[in-house]
């Protein structure tokens, strides 16, 4: 599944969630369901203006610093292949990217610079 198709399917878990049907759920807060279909179908990208997605988590009554909300952001993000701002915001967090993206492609990490940025990822 692409971070396109999971993010409509998260967006329409917490729309379900909500107890509203798409129709419902668009005319409460006077939104487009063909677009709003589409982005639950993984057809049509998540907005890219924090503005809009806090619209929508706050239509999705997605509570803010939860897991949800968090997974709400982070899949956005990805989906626009952006890191998530508060990462960037944490200076030292970010600096551990590059050390991060390595792991992910397989390469040699030492041990030590991995526990090291596990350390680093819990404080945060």
């Known amino acids: 599944m692409t971070a ?8 329409k878990e ?3 969630h ?4 798409l129709r419902n759920f668009c005319q409460q807060d006077n939104l487009d ?12 990208t998540p907005p890219k203006s924090r503005e809009k997605l806090d619209e929508y988590a706050n239509y ?14 982070d899949l956005a993000s990805a989906c626009s292949g952006m890191i ?9 967090l970010a600096a551990k990217l590059p050390l991060l993206f390595r792991t992910l492609r397989g390469q040699d990490v030492p041990d030590e610079k991995l526990v090291e940025l596990a350390e680093l990822i819990k404080r945060s």
Not at 4 to 11: D, Q, S
Not at 18 to 21: H, N, P, R
């Open 14 to 16: 917490m729309r379900v």
């Open 33 to 44: 369901a063909g677009n709003i279909s589409k982005l639950e179908r993984g057809l049509i």
């Open 4 to 11: 396109l198709e999971e993010f409509g399917r998260f967006f």
């Open 18 to 21: 909500t107890g509203l049907t």
């Open 84 to 92: 998530p701002p508060d990462i960037l915001d944490d200076a030292k």
């Open 60 to 73: 999705l009554k997605i509570e803010k610093g939860s897991d949800d909300w968090f997974k709400f952001y």
